[in-house]
């Protein structure tokens, strides 16, 4: 029988320290439940089929038996099944209590100056016409709705500082889950960092509380005040977006109602605002039943929400497969962290890119269900772009 976990100590730092010190290679995830910063690799979590919760579970229990004194497995997992997994119990773990993000010794640093080179995959003209293609497989019946994504490559003339980057998106975005993970994969002998600033909370467990914030049904922000309210009404009463909502809201109640003894779910969505978007929201919370049942196992049950993916899921990724010309890797998968207990957080890798050296690439999504015009869904992933390419200092790209 092991010993019992030695108490975790309360956390000693601000959140701006922690941000101010990160490195390339750290761990950082940034919430309303405050800040968590990861250094270091104590021991890798073996990839193996099946829910990670379960290898996690086991990884975590065997370090605390070890005597590590605060077990806590941090990271990121792709897309698709069978995506990548980049999953570890890191040497050191530092944490700050929530507190405004620019609090602290922190510099906001400038973008760099230099030139990109850009490349679209696919171009806009083409990913229009592959929102045309959904459209028909939604009139055949074959799906509900699918979110299709597409991405830019940016290329610098030097290499891209990612501390820079994270701490421009977190500071942009106080209210964003600011995240960075290290996603190089075995063997290759450059740094690839997951970096971004998501909207998105796919699920949180504190004790048996467990809480999910979907988000679907999304307008551009506006720069004109007025012009913002016309466009948060529109959207509140937009038939094609509460439908898009619903889908994405009732299968995550659905899903939370396998694990919990009771779910709490608003009976409409309210709208939430980025620096770039409006979004409805939906925030719900449940009372889990099992203790054993770790936020990592509830996110892998969760994942994908049709809020990424679509409806049903088996024929939304096929269209995926089919529509989209490259691979997604970690993008709409997920990031966060999972301690001893089963307590922990995971957002959704959205508003992201993966860095490498002197390359930035970058995906957007957007729903596409009965009702969606093209060059509208176009016009969504441009908006929805801004966020990472205002961070690298790159103000607009078609």
């Keep these: 029988m092991s010993s019992p976990a030695p108490a975790r100590p309360l956390p000693e730092h601000d959140s701006g320290d922690l941000l101010a010190a990160y490195l390339p290679g750290s761990f950082f995830h940034r919430s309303p439940r405050g800040t968590l910063l990861a250094d270091g690799v104590h021991t890798v979590v073996p990839e193996s089929p099946g829910s990670p919760g379960d290898a996690v579970a086991g990884t975590l229990a065997a370090v605390a038996d070890a005597g590590h004194p605060d077990p806590v497995v941090v990271g990121a997992i792709g897309f698709a099944p069978g995506a990548p997994r980049s999953l570890h119990v890191p040497a050191l773990v530092r944490r700050a209590a929530p507190s405004p993000a620019a609090s602290g010794p922190v510099r906001v640093p400038e973008p760099p100056g230099s030139r ?58 106080p209210a964003a889950f600011a995240f960075a993970a290290d996603v190089t994969a075995p063997g290759d002998p450059a740094l690839r960092t997951l970096v971004g600033a998501s909207p998105e909370l796919l699920v949180s467990r504190e004790g048996s509380t467990v809480v999910t914030n979907p988000l679907a049904g999304s307008i551009p922000r506006s720069d004109d005040p007025a012009e913002n309210e016309a466009r948060i009404a529109a959207l509140k009463v937009s038939e094609k977006d509460l439908a898009e909502h619903a889908l994405v809201a009732d299968r995550v109640v659905a899903v939370l109602r396998g694990f919990c003894t009771e779910v709490d779910a608003p009976t409409e969505p309210e709208v939430i605002g980025t620096a770039t978007m409006w979004h409805l929201s939906s925030r719900i919370s449940g009372r889990l039943a099992d203790p054993s049942v770790s936020a990592l196992h509830l996110a892998h049950a969760l994942h994908p929400t049709p809020a990424v993916c679509g409806v049903p899921v088996p024929a939304a990724r096929e269209a995926i497969g089919e529509l989209e010309p490259s691979d997604r890797g970690y993008y709409s998968g997920m990031t966060g962290w999972v301690d001893a207990d089963g307590d922990g957080e995971w957002v959704l890798a959205i508003r992201s890119a993966e860095v490498c050296d002197r390359t930035v690439r970058l995906y957007a999504g957007a729903g596409i269900v009965a009702g969606s015009d093209p060059d509208s869904e176009v016009a969504e992933t441009r908006a929805k772009f801004r966020t990472m390419l205002r961070a690298i200092g790159v103000e607009a790209v078609a």
């Design 116 to 173: 990109w080179s850009v490349r679209h995959e696919p171009a806009p003209e083409t990913y229009a016409d592959g929102v045309r293609r959904a459209l028909g497989m939604i009139g055949e019946g074959r799906l509900e709705k699918v979110v299709l994504a597409r991405a830019l490559e940016l290329t610098s003339q030097t290499p891209v500082p990612v501390r820079d980057l994270l701490t421009r998106l977190a500071l942009a975005d």
